[in-house]
Structure formats: C-alpha cells, structure tokens
C-alpha cells in the first residue's frame, strides 16, 4: 500500500512541546499529523525541557533563522547542593553537599550579577559542533574539550521563590543562553552548586501572549476532520517578524523585487532589514536597505501569504 502524498503546508505552528521527548521527535510528530512536505524547528529544547516550540511549515522556513535569533523567557528551577554530568536532573550525579538554609537576600545579590551582557562557557552536553562532531557526541564518549566563552544578554533575571533546597526564576535572555549553565554558574557562586530540575520555555520573540496547543490537542484536531482544524491553528509567515519594520510597495515595485531588481528608496536605514508588503498579496517577503541606498530582497516567498 502507497504512503499518501505529503500535502504543502505553510505557517507557523506554536507546539507546546512535552516532557521527555527531543525537539526533533515531537517536530517529525507534528509533521505526520499534518502530512506536511517541508517542516523545521527553530532552536531545540532540551527532553527534559517543556514549552513553546515554534515549528515552521513549507515557506515559513525561510523565516526559522529569524525565530532561532530571537530572545526567549523561561521559568526555570535549580535544587542546591548537587551537580551534574549535563547540568540538569538527567545527567549523574558529580557532587553533593549539605546546604544550609538559604537567605533569599543572598540568592538575589548572586542572580544580580547574571543580569545584562555576560559570557558563558558552553555545556558539553550540546548541539554545538567541534571539529565537525556534535559535542554531545562527544560527552557521550566521555570527551571533553575546551570551549570559548560566549557572550549573551540576560534582561531580566527574576528570583521567584526558594523552598527545600530548590530556587525558582524567571529569565528573560538573548540567544544562544544555556539556562542549565545559568544554573550551575549561579549555584557555583551561591558556594554549594546546583543543577538545573524544571525548565519551561513560555515566549519566543513577539510570540509572548499566545497559547502553544499540545500534542494531544493536535491528535484530537487531527480526528476531527482530517486536516483543516489542524491548518487553522497555524499563524501567518510575519507573525513572528513584528519587530522589523514594515515597507508598503506598489505591485509594480514588488514585482521588480520579485525578479531579482532593486528599488531607490529615499529615508530608509542602511543594512537594515523589513517586512515587505503589496496591495495584491499583503505580505510577500524581506528586503535589505543596501550601502548604495537601493532596496534589495533577500526573501521572497512564492505563495500568497
């Protein structure tokens, strides 16, 4: 028996990923259900992490890099006294102490010092490549090599509250912000350690009041009616671009555009990236103010948006 024909699927789905499964599981979940062609994600959550996982259909790939760039907030918790292989409650045990009770004056003086532009050395246990080996790979080995410190930005940086050995926060940060580092480095600084335990992800970008819909929502939408309750649940290509401003073209301008040609356009910001929008379509693509002061594309995407 023939596998039936993947559908196009295009638009931004908002998953609340699940507890236990990897980034790219519940991705290649989400893609049978839909029996989409084309489907990517944009930054994986750890298993043991829960939360938004925007996943991209069709020509909304296009824009995952820009989702991947975007800053995040998660609400996190951390027990003192025992650290980890990988920084969180999945890896072994490496060390553990006693902790006494701990003022919570003395845990917001140390989460101060994480707030605004720090570096991090990246975990072992990670997607990042060495040599062209994914360091996980090599933990897995029991491999260890020397990583560069990184810099990212925490804005915000919120102590929630501490019982039983457990510290509970809420972060607000740049890209490429490891919170089980966060985790440990804080716990080093508190002088007893800590390893990361809960981790949900609850904003990415713009995408800051929207409900992600669950796997299990998914299969029931899947058995309503075979496919349009699934598609209604996906969001337009420039919902998660919001943040770049917007340019309003001519049909005759955007079909320049569309051909490979560039725009004069007078007052706009060089390098500077935006939304490109026409009376025909709406939204079409993105384009780049060049140093000379003409307009590029540098997206353009081929079905009405």
């Known amino acids: 028996m023939s596998k039936p024909l993947r559908r196009a699927v295009h638009g931004i789905l908002l998953l609340d990923k699940p507890k236990g499964i990897s980034s790219n599981t519940a991705l290649q979940q989400v893609k049978r259900l839909f029996n989409a062609r084309k489907a990517g994600h944009t930054g994986s959550l750890d298993p043991m992490a829960t939360g938004m996982l925007p996943l991209c259909f069709g020509e909304a790939t296009k824009v995952s890099q820009y989702l991947i760039d975007c800053d995040k907030r998660y609400r996190a918790s951390m027990r ?3 650290t980890t292989s990988t920084g969180d409650a999945e890896g072994d045990v490496l060390s553990e102490v006693a902790v006494k009770d701990m003022d ?13 532009d720090i570096e991090q050395i990246p ?22 090599v020397e990583r560069a410190p990184r810099p990212v930005t925490i804005y915000q940086l919120d102590f929630c509250g501490y019982q039983d050995n457990v510290v509970d926060f809420d972060v607000h940060c740049s890209k490429g912000t490891y919170i089980r580092t966060l985790a440990e480095d804080m716990g080093q600084q508190l002088g007893c350690g800590a390893h990361l335990v809960a981790l949900r992800r609850y904003a990415v970008g713009n995408y800051t009041d929207q409900r992600p819909v669950t796997l299990d929502e998914l299969e029931s939408l899947r058995r309503t009616d075979n496919g349009s309750a699934l598609d ?11 943040h770049l401003p917007r340019l309003d073209l001519s049909d005759n301008e955007a079909r320049r555009l569309r051909n490979g040609l560039r725009l004069e356009q007078a007052g706009l910001v060089g390098g500077e990236l ?14 780049e103010q060049r140093p000379d002061g003409q307009l590029a594309s540098r997206r353009i995407f081929h079905f009405p948006v």
Do not use: W
Not at 139 to 144: D, F, K, R
Not at 232 to 242: C, K, R, V, Y
């Open 80 to 82: 003192l006294g025992i």
């Open 104 to 116: 919570p004056a003395q845990i917001e003086k140390v989460l101060a010092n994480f707030r605004g």
């Open 232 to 242: 209604q649940q996906l969001l337009a290509l420039d919902s998660g671009l919001t």
């Open 274 to 287: 935006m939304r490109l929008y026409c009376p025909g379509e709406g939204f079409f693509g993105l384009g």
């Open 123 to 144: 975990p072992m246990f990670s997607a990042l490549k060495h040599q062209g080996k994914r360091l996980y790979k090599l933990a897995a080995q029991g491999i260890e």
